[in-house]
């Protein structure tokens, strides 16, 4: 059965929803969709580094990640700088730095297509193996750390005070971040993961009046976009990632119709 | 989990410096179980920043802050809830414990909002919301119970109610209680101690004395400190927590 390209690809695809769901509340509830993407962009510079020294390449996506992630956190303490241009300085420089590594090995031949927007339908069996075996972990460290982590969502200080150590079970979701990014680049590439993360999350928020209502939401809208998109993929000919992130971008339209309203009209 | 003298928390000459400024600077206070320390100072007086010195939420501070507990509930002075966010009021109440249903529920009536329990925290008025913090500290059976500004928003009657229930956690839970007033001339009269701040402790010591010390009446004018009202409670009637009034039995 694993024979099967298709059968690969759906089995890669479900693994990375369940994961991309629950996470994606946490950006979105935290507002860290370009954090999200700055991390992707930096991904890059860890696929040609596992290009040149033959590590895994989830792994040195992994650590690339993590580390941007880490000279950000120094950044923000350091500089006068908003968070934002922090952010688009440390994705755009670190993209271009992988771009001009990528132009120093001319001599491999690199699908930088494949890398931007990942290619679902050419996973292997090792591949499968990653996403989930990283994604189960990825779940568990996140089911522990659940609740610390929520109440430091909520309001920082109130957690701090309280005893939740939220600068600890902040810098952990930022690892699981970098992590998620990691195991699943080359399914649907570096620009279009950011878009698994938010999009489900963000269909669910429109749907769900409680925080695990908006997670079990998020965690069927990833899996719908999978399933419906990867059929179409294979019934239309499109490519496979952008018509995942498509489903789930006319599953968010769908859902604006059911919109639970705002905090005025609640009632 | 306290030391011999029941300190839950002890604060030694303690400042804070943020950018080039002192928010507050010298401040020593010890905070005991059972006890009531009530905040008071104008604004800008580092009232707010004492009670976040003091539940350990500034990383370089001046001087020494020692706890003795872990079971803190904090009632902070204001608290942005993004939209983003979907919470209920019963999330919200378990956001930093177990709490069981009925655990929950309890703690809901004491502060008069049970009705609350299943509603969205955004669609709250800013008194309902207040009450509901109330809730949650309370639930929380702390050691130590720090009250920011805990009866803003709340009208008048509600105000009277949660002092007298302030007054009823102090006495169940045995808890020591830091409590900053909104309002410079009241002080609950089941205080203990008050300290007044302006930038530095001005004052302090028992409402009366602080009330008819020297520097409190140069701080905020002979005339005005005079109103310094400890209020009492020596009611014939229980001003129930949602306005209504009800006779006492005896």
């Given at each position: 059965?694993?024979?099967?390209?298709?059968?690969?690809?759906?089995?890669?695809?479900?693994?990375?929803?369940?994961?991309?769901?629950?996470?994606?509340?946490?950006?979105?509830?935290?507002?860290?969709?370009?954090?999200?993407?700055?991390?992707?962009?930096?991904?890059?510079?860890?696929?040609?580094?596992?290009?040149?020294?033959?590590?895994?390449?989830?792994?040195?996506?992994?650590?690339?990640?993590?580390?941007?992630?880490?000279?950000?956190?120094?950044?923000?303490?350091?500089?006068?700088?908003?968070?934002?241009?922090?952010?688009?300085?440390?994705?755009?420089?670190?993209?271009?730095?992988?771009?001009?590594?990528?132009?120093?090995?001319?001599?491999?031949?690199?699908?930088?297509?494949?890398?931007?927007?990942?290619?679902?339908?050419?996973?292997?069996?090792?591949?499968?193996?990653?996403?989930?075996?990283?994604?189960?972990?990825?779940?568990?460290?996140?089911?522990?750390?659940?609740?610390?982590?929520?109440?430091?969502?909520?309001?920082?200080?109130?957690?701090?005070?309280?005893?939740?150590?939220?600068?600890?079970?902040?810098?952990?979701?930022?690892?699981?971040?970098?992590?998620?990014?990691?195991?699943?680049?080359?399914?649907?590439?570096?620009?279009?993961?950011?878009?698994?993360?938010?999009?489900?999350?963000?269909?669910?928020?429109?749907?769900?009046?409680?925080?695990?209502?908006?997670?079990?939401?998020?965690?069927?809208?990833?899996?719908?976009?999978?399933?419906?998109?990867?059929?179409?993929s294979l019934e239309i000919n499109t490519p496979s990632g952008p018509s995942i992130i498509t489903t789930g971008l006319i599953l968010f339209i769908l859902s604006l119709t059911k919109i639970k309203k705002k905090s005025q009209l609640n009632n | 989990m306290t030391n011999k003298n029941n300190t839950l928390v002890k604060l030694e000459n303690a400042g804070v410096?943020v950018n080039d400024k002192w928010l507050v600077r010298g401040v020593s206070l010890e905070i005991k179980k059972g006890k009531i320390i009530t905040l008071i100072g104008p604004n800008g007086s580092g009232k707010s920043t004492t009670a976040k010195i003091t539940l350990g939420l500034y990383k370089n501070i001046e001087g020494k802050v020692e706890k003795f507990?872990?079971?803190?509930?904090?009632?902070?002075?204001?608290?942005?809830?993004?939209?983003?966010?979907?919470?209920?009021?019963?999330?919200?109440?378990?956001?930093?414990?177990?709490?069981?249903?009925?655990?929950?529920?309890?703690?809901?009536?004491?502060?008069?909002?049970?009705?609350?329990?299943?509603?969205?925290?955004?669609?709250?008025?800013?008194?309902?919301?207040?009450?509901?913090?109330?809730?949650?500290?309370?639930?929380?059976?702390?050691?130590?119970?720090?009250?920011?500004?805990?009866?803003?928003?709340?009208?008048?009657?509600?105000?009277i109610a949660l002092y007298e229930l302030i007054k009823k956690i102090s006495d169940t839970l045995n808890c020591g209680i830091l409590l900053i007033s909104h309002n410079l001339h009241v002080v609950m009269s089941k205080t203990d101690h008050v300290v007044c701040l302006n930038g530095h402790v001005c004052c302090s010591g028992t409402p009366i004395d602080v009330?008819?010390?020297?520097?409190?009446?140069?701080?905020?004018?002979?005339?005005?400190?005079?109103?310094?009202?400890?209020?009492?409670?020596?009611?014939?009637?229980?001003?129930?927590?949602?306005?209504?009034?009800?006779?006492?039995?005896?």
């Amino acid at each position: 059965m694993l024979d099967d390209f298709f059968v690969r690809a759906l089995l890669v695809g479900i693994g990375m929803a369940l994961v991309t769901g629950p996470l994606g509340c946490f950006v979105v509830w935290r507002r860290l969709s370009f954090f999200g993407d700055t991390l992707a962009h930096s991904a890059l510079l860890g696929v040609t580094l596992s290009y040149t020294t033959e590590i895994n390449m989830a792994l040195s996506v992994f650590v690339i990640s993590s580390i941007v992630a880490l000279i950000l956190l120094k950044l923000q303490k350091k500089t006068n700088l908003p968070a934002d241009a922090l952010l688009g300085l440390l994705a755009h420089s670190s993209l271009a730095i992988g771009l001009v590594v990528i132009g120093l090995l001319a001599t491999i031949r690199f699908d930088l297509m494949g890398l931007l927007f990942g290619d679902i339908l050419a996973v292997n069996v090792n591949d499968i193996a990653v996403v989930w075996i990283g994604g189960a972990i990825i779940l568990m460290v996140l089911k522990i750390i659940w609740k610390p982590l929520f109440a430091s969502t909520v309001n920082y200080e109130l957690a701090e005070a309280e005893g939740m150590k939220p600068e600890k079970y902040n810098a952990i979701f930022t690892i699981l971040l970098a992590a998620i990014i990691a195991i699943s680049i080359k399914m649907v590439g570096l620009l279009l993961i950011t878009g698994m993360l938010i999009i489900p999350a963000a269909m669910a928020r429109n749907l769900s009046d409680n925080p695990n209502q908006m997670v079990i939401f998020s965690i069927i809208g990833g899996l719908l976009s999978v399933f419906i998109g990867l059929f179409a993929s294979l019934e239309i000919n499109t490519p496979s990632g952008p018509s995942i992130i498509t489903t789930g971008l006319i599953l968010f339209i769908l859902s604006l119709t059911k919109i639970k309203k705002k905090s005025q009209l609640n009632n | 989990m306290t030391n011999k003298n029941n300190t839950l928390v002890k604060l030694e000459n303690a400042g804070v410096l943020v950018n080039d400024k002192w928010l507050v600077r010298g401040v020593s206070l010890e905070i005991k179980k059972g006890k009531i320390i009530t905040l008071i100072g104008p604004n800008g007086s580092g009232k707010s920043t004492t009670a976040k010195i003091t539940l350990g939420l500034y990383k370089n501070i001046e001087g020494k802050v020692e706890k003795f507990t872990n079971k803190i509930a904090y009632v902070p002075q204001k608290i942005n809830i993004d939209w983003t966010l979907p919470i209920r009021v019963n999330d919200f109440m378990n956001l930093t414990s177990n709490l069981k249903k009925e655990e929950i529920e309890t703690a809901l009536e004491t502060t008069g909002t049970p009705h609350l329990k299943n509603k969205d925290l955004k669609s709250l008025s800013g008194g309902e919301f207040q009450r509901v913090l109330m809730a949650r500290a309370i639930a929380k059976k702390p050691e130590l119970l720090v009250l920011d500004e805990p009866v803003q928003g709340v009208d008048f009657n509600g105000e009277i109610a949660l002092y007298e229930l302030i007054k009823k956690i102090s006495d169940t839970l045995n808890c020591g209680i830091l409590l900053i007033s909104h309002n410079l001339h009241v002080v609950m009269s089941k205080t203990d101690h008050v300290v007044c701040l302006n930038g530095h402790v001005c004052c302090s010591g028992t409402p009366i004395d602080v009330a008819n010390n020297e520097k409190y009446q140069e701080l905020f004018g002979k005339d005005i400190s005079k109103i310094l009202s400890v209020y009492e409670h020596s009611h014939d009637h229980i001003h129930k927590i949602d306005g209504t009034i009800e006779k006492k039995e005896n």
